[in-house]
């Protein structure tokens, strides 16, 4: 079946760095997607990455192992603002998203 | 970056009565748009994708007749709840699918949709 793991909620420091891990299985694989959501709100486009290794964007890092079914959001410098949940979705190879069920991040001044 | 609208971001309607929600790619073209809905603290469920000019495809569980959608142009999909219940109050997000000349496809939510039937 499909499936998608990341924890349910984590905390950290305000200017700290956080890790969030994210793991999947999917009929076929056509990329994997990080949405941030805050509450009450629709979710935001972070990242998306396709081939294996590092993709950097300011304070926001992604990372992929295709082959270990596997990805991180990594948030540098934390602000009070990056309290909110974080969705990963992977695309199928229907390019349909099956999506993660969010981690809670919470940031402690 | 891509803009999606929806509209209304709110609404409060008497039971039995049909709401319907508009979504708007503003600055791209859409063949593609989804559907979700949200219940509090959990992650979207994805209701029905919406393809331009064809039906669209329901997931398992959810009642074509009662949420009707009609993708009538490349940057409008419209969502019906007709004869809408207390349980089908919840937070409807639409989606368009984007594709970058590089042929990457990028799903851009619209603001959602809060739906209150009382």
């Known amino acids: 079946g499909q499936n998608i793991d990341q924890p349910t909620e984590m905390t950290a420091t305000e200017g700290a760095i956080v890790q969030i891990n994210c793991t999947y299985q999917?009929?076929?694989?056509?990329?994997l997607f990080w949405y941030q959501q805050h509450a009450g709100e629709a979710p935001t486009f972070l990242s998306y990455?396709?081939l294996d290794g590092l993709e950097e964007k300011g304070r926001f890092s992604s990372f992929l192992s295709r082959s270990k079914g596997y990805s991180y959001l990594l948030l540098k410098e934390l602000q009070m603002k990056d309290s909110a949940s974080y969705l990963c979705?992977?695309?199928?190879?229907?390019?349909?998203?099956?999506w993660g069920a969010g981690t809670k991040l919470i940031i402690k001044p | 970056g891509a803009v999606v609208s929806q509209h209304p971001s709110w609404v409060i309607c008497k039971s039995g009565t049909s709401v319907k929600i508009e979504c708007r790619s503003l600055?791209?073209?859409?063949?593609?748009m989804f559907w979700y809905r949200q219940f509090p603290k959990q992650s979207l469920m994805l209701m029905a994708t919406?393809?331009?000019?064809?039906?669209?495809?329901?997931e398992q569980g959810v009642e074509k007749d009662k949420f009707l959608i009609n993708h009538a142009s490349l940057t409008l999909s419209t969502l019906t709840v007709t004869s809408a219940h207390p349980e089908d109050s919840s937070f409807y997000i639409c989606?368009?699918?984007?594709?970058?000349?590089?042929?990457?496809?990028?799903?851009?939510f619209g603001p959602g949709t809060r739906l209150l039937v009382l």
């Open positions: 919406s393809n331009e000019g064809s039906k669209a495809t329901y």
């Open positions: 999917t009929s076929g694989f056509n990329g």
């Open positions: 990455n396709v």
């Open positions: 600055d791209f073209q859409a063949t593609t």
């Open positions: 989606s368009a699918l984007r594709t970058s000349g590089s042929g990457q496809e990028t799903q851009y």
């Open positions: 979705a992977a695309s199928d190879s229907n390019y349909q998203l099956i």
